[in-house]
C-alpha cells in the first residue's frame, strides 16, 4: 500500500490546545471584556434611574459634558495628578529608605521588619478610623501641638482647605510606604553581596555603590512598583472617602471618587460611565507611554 503523503496525513491533537485554554478563554471573556464593552456601552447612554424617560442613546454628548460643561471633571482630573505624583514620589523615596535600612543586619532586624509592613495589612478604612482619631481636633494630634504652641486650639487639619492636602496625603503614606519596602526589599535580597565587596576593594563609597550597584538592580523593581502604585493611588476612594468625602469644596475628590458619588447619590450611570471610560484611556496612554519610555525589561 503506498504511504499517504505527508500533507494529507491526519493531525492528531490539532484542537487540543485550544480545548485547554476555552476555559480561560470564556472567563476572560465574561469578566474582563464583556464589563469593558458595557462600560462603552453605557457611555454612549442617557441612563439615570430617577429619570427613565429621558434615557436613550446620547452619542457623545456625555463626553462632550465633560469636556466642555463640567468643572469638577477638570478639577478632580487635576487634584488625582497632583495626588499621583504626590504620593508615588514620596511613597517611593521613603519606601527605597526603608528598605535599604531593614535590608542591613543588626539586632532586631525581624522586628523592625514587621513594624515597616504592618501598616500594609491595616484595610483602607480601618487606616481612615486610625487617622481620623489623630486628626481629632479635640482629642488628636492638634490638641497637643496647640499645647506646644505649635497650633490653634480646635484647629481641624480635614476641614481646613490649607492643610486638608497633605493631612490626607500623611494618611496615606503610612499605608503606602510599606508597599514599596516589601517589594523593593525582596529586590535587594538577590543583589549578590560579592558586587559590593569587589566594589568596596576597588575604593567604591557607600554611595557610588549605591547608584552604580543596587539602583541599576532595581531598575525593574522600581518601575513596575511606581506604576502599580500610579494606578491604586489614581483609583484611590477608600480612604479619602471616609477620611474627607471629597471635601471641603471637591478640594480632595479624585476621578474615580468622584464617578462613585455621580452614579451612588445622582444615580446618572450615563455619565459616570463616561468619566470612567475617560479615565480607563487615561490610565492605559499612562502606562504604554511609561513602560516604552522607561524600556521595562529591556537589558541595561
Request: no cysteine; hydrophobic share 45%; proline share 7%.
Given at each position: 500500500?503506498?504511504?499517504?503523503?505527508?500533507?494529507?496525513?491526519?493531525?492528531?491533537?490539532?484542537?487540543?490546545?485550544?480545548?485547554?485554554?476555552?476555559?480561560?478563554?470564556?472567563?476572560?471573556?465574561?469578566?474582563?471584556?464583556?464589563?469593558?464593552?458595557?462600560?462603552?456601552?453605557?457611555?454612549?447612554?442617557?441612563?439615570?434611574?430617577?429619570?427613565?424617560?429621558?434615557?436613550?442613546?446620547?452619542?457623545?454628548?456625555?463626553?462632550?459634558?465633560?469636556?466642555?460643561?463640567?468643572?469638577?471633571?477638570?478639577?478632580?482630573?487635576?487634584?488625582?495628578?497632583?495626588w499621583v505624583v504626590v504620593e508615588v514620589a514620596l511613597q517611593f523615596v521613603l519606601g527605597l529608605a526603608l528598605a535599604l535600612i531593614v535590608n542591613e543586619s543588626f539586632v532586631g532586624r525581624a522586628l523592625s521588619r514587621a513594624l515597616v509592613f504592618s501598616p500594609w495589612a491595616v484595610s483602607g478604612v480601618l487606616t481612615t478610623a486610625i487617622w481620623v482619631l489623630l486628626y481629632n481636633p479635640l482629642t488628636g494630634v492638634s490638641r497637643y501641638l496647640a499645647d506646644m504652641g505649635l497650633m490653634e486650639y480646635g484647629a481641624a487639619p480635614l476641614a481646613n482647605p490649607d492643610t486638608v492636602f497633605w493631612s490626607a496625603v500623611v494618611a496615606e503614606l503610612w499605608r503606602?510606604?510599606?508597599?514599596?519596602?516589601?517589594?523593593?526589599?525582596?529586590?535587594?535580597?538577590?543583589?549578590?553581596?560579592?558586587?559590593?565587596?569587589?566594589?568596596?576593594?576597588?575604593?567604591?563609597?557607600?554611595?557610588?555603590?549605591?547608584?552604580?550597584?543596587?539602583?541599576?538592580?532595581?531598575r525593574d523593581a522600581i518601575i513596575l512598583s511606581t506604576l502599580l502604585r500610579s494606578v491604586w493611588e489614581f483609583n484611590n476612594v477608600d480612604l479619602l472617602y471616609t477620611l474627607t468625602g471629597?471635601?471641603?469644596?471637591?478640594?480632595?475628590?479624585?476621578?474615580?471618587?468622584?464617578?462613585?458619588?455621580?452614579?451612588?447619590?445622582?444615580?446618572?450611570?450615563?455619565?459616570?460611565?463616561?468619566?470612567t471610560t475617560v479615565a480607563f484611556l487615561i490610565l492605559t496612554f499612562f502606562s504604554i507611554v511609561y513602560l516604552r519610555l522607561s524600556k521595562f525589561g529591556a537589558k541595561s
Open positions: 500500500m503506498a504511504a499517504v503523503p505527508a500533507t494529507r496525513r491526519p493531525r492528531r491533537g490539532t484542537l487540543t490546545p485550544y480545548l485547554l485554554i476555552a476555559p480561560s478563554l470564556v472567563a476572560m471573556l465574561g469578566f474582563l471584556v464583556y464589563p469593558m464593552a458595557s462600560v462603552i456601552y453605557y457611555s454612549l447612554q442617557r441612563y439615570n434611574v430617577t429619570k427613565p424617560w429621558d434615557n436613550g442613546f446620547a452619542g457623545l454628548d456625555n463626553f462632550r459634558r465633560l469636556l466642555f460643561e463640567d468643572p469638577i471633571f477638570w478639577q478632580s482630573l487635576g487634584f488625582t495628578a497632583r503606602g510606604v510599606p508597599f514599596f519596602a516589601i517589594l523593593l526589599l525582596a529586590d535587594l535580597q538577590s543583589v549578590s553581596k560579592e558586587l559590593y565587596e569587589a566594589a568596596a576593594v576597588d575604593g567604591a563609597s557607600r554611595m557610588r555603590r549605591f547608584f552604580h550597584i543596587t539602583l541599576p538592580h532595581l471629597g471635601g471641603p469644596a471637591h478640594q480632595t475628590t479624585t476621578l474615580p471618587l468622584y464617578v462613585a458619588g455621580l452614579a451612588a447619590q445622582s444615580h446618572d450611570f450615563g455619565y459616570a460611565t463616561a468619566l
